[in-house]
């Protein structure tokens, strides 16, 4: 079955850029997806990549798909206080296909 | 524009009492999903509905049941109550399957704690 992997913590510096990766196995996935989840909230859409794309850039935010590898990264420029949060891997193509990775949490310290 | 919404926020419960969790959204969707969330193992599709009437199971349908009689409203019901069945549970709902249709919109969360 499909099966989103992702590692469960990161610490970087204020300023510096954070990246989050994710490993992926279904090959037929037409959408992934980052959600963030800051606490005691839900889940809340970042950015998506069409599997036909490489990259997608959205201001401080860079997504990098690498198909034939099955890996999808974030990466967050200029990471600030305010990023801290759990960020969610997911990967879809049909609405009982979307699988949510374990989220990885950022830490931001000042 | 509230979007989706969840009740309650918070409630205990003692082992075999039932209750029923309430989402709501307001955006005409389509599609809308229960999920619980426990750490270490992320978001876990309890069941979903593709539309006023339909339900199905998802990937932890035991020991809940799903109504969506309306269009804004999916209701999830624990008939007993078991301490494994604490947990976040979160709502969501999307416009439909496919393309960035497919994005999901998450409610606050409610906490259960199963005593």
């Not at chain 1, 970042?46 to 599997?51: A, D, G, N, R």
């Not at chain 1, 034939?68 to 960020?87: E, M, P």
Request: with cysteine.
């Amino acid at each position: 079955g499909e099966d989103v992997e992702q590692s469960l913590f990161l610490s970087v510096r204020e300023g510096d850029s954070s990246v989050i990766n994710c490993t992926y196995t279904d090959s037929s996935s037409t959408y992934l997806y980052w959600y963030k989840q800051e606490p005691g909230a839900g889940l809340q859409l970042l950015t998506y990549i069409f599997s036909n794309m490489d990259m997608k850039q959205d201001q401080r935010l860079t997504v990098l798909l690498n198909k034939k590898d099955k890996h999808l990264s974030l990466r967050i420029a200029d990471t600030q206080t305010g990023d801290s949060a759990i960020y969610f891997c997911a990967e879809g193509g049909g609405y009982q296909k979307v699988t949510f990775g374990i989220g990885t949490k950022l830490q931001v310290i000042p | 524009n509230a979007g989706v919404t969840q009740t309650p926020k918070f409630r205990v419960l003692k082992t075999g009492q039932s209750m029923t969790l309430l989402c709501a959204q307001d955006m005409n969707h389509e599609y809308m999903y229960w999920y619980r969330q426990d750490p270490g193992m992320g978001l876990r599709l309890i069941h979903y509905s593709v539309g006023e009437g339909t339900t199905a199971k998802g990937e932890v349908p035991d020991g809940y049941n799903v109504s969506r009689l309306k269009k804004q409203n999916f209701l999830l019901g624990l008939e007993s109550a078991a301490p494994s069945q604490t947990s976040v549970y979160f709502c969501a709902s999307s416009q439909a399957s496919g393309g960035d249709q497919e994005t999901q919109y998450f409610g606050p969360g409610t906490r259960l704690l199963v005593l």
